[in-house]
């Protein structure tokens, strides 16, 4: 099954469904940035959560978290578009913690801090930027709490990531749920009733539950109709040119000095692990004229 989002609605559009299989690009960033379990669980549930809240934006537009905890795990950034693309890493990618209640310890490794959403619209218009503090660190209800305060809409946000033994990803989703206005007070309470007798979002994928499947299941005693499905990837932004343009960046002075000593430039992609190296002549080229 390859990774993909689904999205729902109502039949009388007061409550909004999104879930999401994340499986395989977030076993690509396990293997891009050689993370261990815990880290890898915190920066799948990221990721995938990262998609949800992509999944509510306008097109062209992007959304970045930046989860900042005093735990071990240092910082999570991940940054999401509505097409399905997302990259993202976590500071300490060697974050390995002992399970806390036979699960990863995600809280745990994270800490308290604060979550920053941006919604960067298209052009040089300015973000939106918000910040909330971390409820627990566990990721979705963090995401949550965010959709509840800063944007005034009460969510439901499940996501996880089921880790072999071996450390390899044997499964990852999540959901992300809405009362719209106007929902009843009656649709709430049989939402949540679903949530609580519904299993974990891994447990889910690990049943072989596709997106449209876990909505159906949330979703049990309302009309729906699935809108959309579109597969989702693990996708960086950078680029050869982009690389060269922060070389370029840093200055006539700085860039005489690498020719003077190493003669070669080496840049690693934080998002995506990606390594550049930029030989002398191509570096000559870059030399701004005195
Ligand atoms: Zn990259």
């Not at 062209?60 to 509505?82: K, N």
């Not at 960067?120 to 918000?130: D, H, M, Q």
């Not at 990721?139 to 071996?166: C, K, M, N, R, T």
Request: charged share 20%; proline share 6%; aromatic share 4%.
């Amino acid at each position: 099954m390859a990774d993909h989002l689904a999205r729902t609605l109502s039949a009388d559009s007061t409550v909004r469904g999104l879930a999401a299989v994340t499986t395989d690009l977030v076993e690509e960033a396990r293997v891009r940035h050689g993370t261990l379990p815990t880290a890898t669980a915190a920066l799948g549930r990221a990721l995938t959560a990262g998609l949800l809240l992509g999944g509510l934006l306008k097109a062209d537009e992007r959304v970045s978290l930046q989860f900042s905890g005093d735990g071990p795990l240092g910082t999570i950034l991940v940054d999401a578009t509505p097409s399905g693309q997302v990259r993202g890493f976590v500071s300490r990618p060697g974050t390995h913690l002992p399970a806390r209640a036979g699960k990863l310890d995600v809280g745990g490794a994270v800490g308290r801090g604060v979550l920053c959403v941006m919604r960067i619209p298209p052009g040089e218009v300015a973000p939106y930027r918000s910040v909330v503090p971390l409820v627990s660190g566990e990721i979705g209800a963090d995401v949550a709490s965010y959709l509840a305060g800063s944007e005034q809409v009460p969510s439901v946000v499940g996501v996880g990531v089921f880790v072999h033994a071996d450390g390899r990803v044997g499964a990852a989703g999540g959901y992300l749920l809405q009362a719209m206005p106007g929902a009843e007070a009656s649709a709430i309470d049989r939402l949540e009733q679903n949530v609580d007798s519904t299993p974990s979002p891994s447990d889910l994928v690990r049943q072989g539950l596709g997106a449209p499947a876990i909505l159906t299941r949330l979703l049990a005693g309302f009309a729906t109709r699935v809108l959309e499905e579109q597969t989702v990837h693990f996708r960086c932004r950078c680029t050869r040119e982009r690389v060269e343009g922060a070389i370029l960046a840093m200055g006539r002075a700085e860039l005489l000095d690498l020719l003077a000593g190493e003669r070669r430039a080496e840049v690693l992609c934080e998002f995506c692990s990606a390594r550049y190296v930029v030989e002398e002549p191509e570096l000559r080229a870059l030399l701004p004229d005195a």
